[in-house]
C-alpha cells in the first residue's frame, strides 16, 4: 500500500528530479502521452482523492537523444511479441514504449522443446531467441509501428560486436524505430563463450561499438548474474548508452518431475516473474546510485506496489515482462493506476515517487548474498 509520505521530499528525491528532467509538456489529448485519471482510486481504498486535471498531470519521461516516454509503464522483450500480436486485444498507443522480442543479425530457430515451465512465483523460459532475423523484422513491423505513437525499442541480440553493431546499423534510420535495447546477456563466441554482460570490458566494448553505429536512443540491459553490477553499469554509461534497463532473467534449471534429468531443452533456462523482484530491486538500487543515466526497472511486475517500489530504488520507468501472460491489458490499467495514484496524492508527476530509497550517499553493495548476520 502506498502512503502519502512517499510525498516527502529527500535529497535523493532532489537529485534523481537533477537527473531524469522529465519531458518539456506537450499538448495532451486523452490516451496519448497523458493518462487519464480513471475516477476510482486505484488502491481500492476510500481516501479523499485530490483531483488533479488530466492536463495537469504529466506521465512522460526523458530517456535522452529525443527518446521520450509518454508514460512510465512500457512492455518487456520476449513478453509481447512485437506489439503486432497485441493490437487488436490492447491499445498499444497508451503504452509508454514497446521493447519488441530479441533480434538477431540473421534468422534463428531458438531453442529445443521444452522452453518453458512454471516455478514457484515465476517462470523458467529457454526460447533461444527465436526470431526472423532483423531485415525480416523491418520488413514485417516497421511500417505498422510508425504509425503508433508508443516509442518501439528494438532489442538486440548477438554473438559477436560486429553482430550487435550490424543489427544497429540496419535499424538505424528506419521509421518506426524509436530506440535500441541491448541484450547483452549473450554469450560472445570471440571471446570463447563469455557473456558480454558479466564482463565490464566486454560490455563496455559492445556498448561503445554500437554507440558509434547509430544515433538511435541506446538502452543497454544489464544481466542480475553477476557479483557486482556497479562496475558493468559504469563502464556501459561511459560507453555512451543513453539509459540502463535492469533486471534480464536468472539463470537456472528446472528438473523433470519423477525422471531426475533436466526439463528444459536447453538445460539452462531463465527466471523471471515475482520470484525475482527483490534481485531486482537490489540490481536497479545499486545502478542507480552507480551511473547518471535513467534507469529503467523490470522484474516480477504484477501491480502499482511493485512500480511504486521501482521508482523509490530510482528507476524512472518499469517494465512488464512475465505477468503480460497471465494478463495482456496489465500494463495499461498499470499506467491507469500510477495516474489515479498521482492524482489520489495531489501530485502533478510521478517524478516524486523517484529515489525515496536511496541512500543520500551511495553505500557498498550487497551482492554477495551471504552477508547474514542474525
Ligand atoms: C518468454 C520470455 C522471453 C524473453 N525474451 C527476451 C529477449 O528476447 N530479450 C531480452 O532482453 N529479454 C527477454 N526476456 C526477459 C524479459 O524481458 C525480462 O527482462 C524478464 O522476464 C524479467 O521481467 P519479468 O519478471 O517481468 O518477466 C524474456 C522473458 C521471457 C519470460
Partial sequence: MVKAKRRAVTSSQRVAEQK???AP????????????????????????????????????????????????????SGTFGYGTEYSEVVDVDRLGGICCKGTTLKARIGNPPPRVTETPAGMLNSIGLQNPGVDAVIARYAETWATWTTPVIVNVAGESVHDYVEVARRLDGVPGVAGIELNISCPNVGAGGLQFA???????????????????????????????IRPIARAIADAGADALTAINTLSGIAIAQGRGRPLLGNIYGG????????VALRVVYEAAQAVRIPVIAIGGVTDLSDVLDFFAVGAVAVQVGT??????????RLVDELAAECGRLGMTSYRDFIGTALPKKAGQPSSKGVEYRP
Wanted: aromatic share 2%; glycine share 8%; proline share 14%.
Fill in 20 to 22: 531524469y528532467p522529465t
Fill in 25 to 76: 509538456k506537450r499538448p495532451s489529448s486523452p490516451g496519448r502521452g497523458h493518462a487519464a485519471v480513471p475516477s476510482r482510486p486505484a488502491t481500492g481504498r476510500a481516501d479523499p482523492v485530490t483531483p488533479v486535471s488530466h492536463r495537469a498531470l504529466d506521465l512522460s519521461v526523458a530517456i535522452g537523444r529525443g527518446l521520450v516516454l509518454p508514460n512510465p509503464i512500457l512492455v518487456a
Fill in 198 to 228: 558479466i564482463d565490464v570490458g566486454a560490455a563496455g566494448e559492445v556498448t561503445a561499438a554500437v554507440r558509434r553505429a547509430t544515433d538511435l536512443p541506446l538502452l543497454v540491459k544489464l544481466s542480475p548474474n553477476v557479483a557486482d
Fill in 271 to 278: 527466471l523471471s516473474g515475482p520470484a525475482i523482484k527483490p
Fill in 323 to 332: 505477468a503480460i501472460f497471465a494478463d495482456p491489458t496489465l500494463p495499461l
